[in-house]
């Protein structure tokens, strides 16, 4: 029997950081995260609701688990079988994934997929009379004043993900949420 190759911790993070980055790769995987933020859901359950094979949303589901980018929060029998239950952790800290701290690389992946993300979900979208919440600037700010800011964003962000509802309870809305805020490179 062949042995494997003796891997140094350095090069495990390399292999989970791959796994992260190829799970990042299809844009549905986004959606799926987005699903797995207000209730564990089943493989069939996510097939449901985003009208998906049940193979196909298990394909997908097992990426995301590999790459480190949703956990499985428990099983049930069902019909003779044992489904797992997947939530996505969206209450952690973002620069941290499940296996450790994320590479450059990797957050410029992500923050492209929701870029993709957010185009999808703007194209059948009506946008109702009132005030529109959209902002994009580059900008030059204290410190300390930025640090504050970036914390009160990161707890209604977290408050908003512990207010989520599963997918169509009855008496909700459903609402898309986008932000991204970092410090930029001088040379930018």
Do not use: C
């Not at 428990?74 to 797992?84: D, L, N, Q, S, W």
């Not at 919440?133 to 300390?144: F, G, H, K, N």
């Not at 640090?147 to 997918?167: F, M, N, T, Y």
């Amino acid at each position: 029997m062949p042995r494997l190759p003796n891997m140094s911790l350095g090069d495990e993070h390399e292999v989970e950081e791959k796994a992260a980055l190829r799970a990042m790769a299809h844009p549905l995987r986004l959606r799926m995260m987005s699903l797995l933020t207000a209730a564990p859901m089943t493989a069939a359950e996510v097939a449901r609701e985003l009208g998906l094979t049940h193979a196909n949303a298990s394909y997908h589901l097992r990426n995301l688990l590999a790459g480190g980018l949703i956990i499985v929060d428990g099983e049930e029998k069902i019909r003779g079988g044992v489904a797992k239950r997947y939530r996505y952790e969206a209450g952690q800290e973002r620069d941290q994934g499940s296996h450790g701290p994320r590479s450059d690389e990797q957050v410029r992946i992500e923050y492209a997929a929701v870029a993709h993300e957010l185009i999808r979900r703007t194209q059948h979208t009506s946008f109702p009379a009132g005030p529109k919440l959209l902002a994009d600037a580059e900008l030059w700010v204290d410190p300390e004043q930025w640090a504050a800011l970036r914390k009160r964003v990161s707890d209604a962000l977290i408050e908003l993900h512990r207010i989520a509802q599963p997918p169509r309870t009855p008496g909700t809305i459903r609402t898309s949420t986008t932000a991204a805020m970092f410090q930029m490179g001088a040379g930018v």
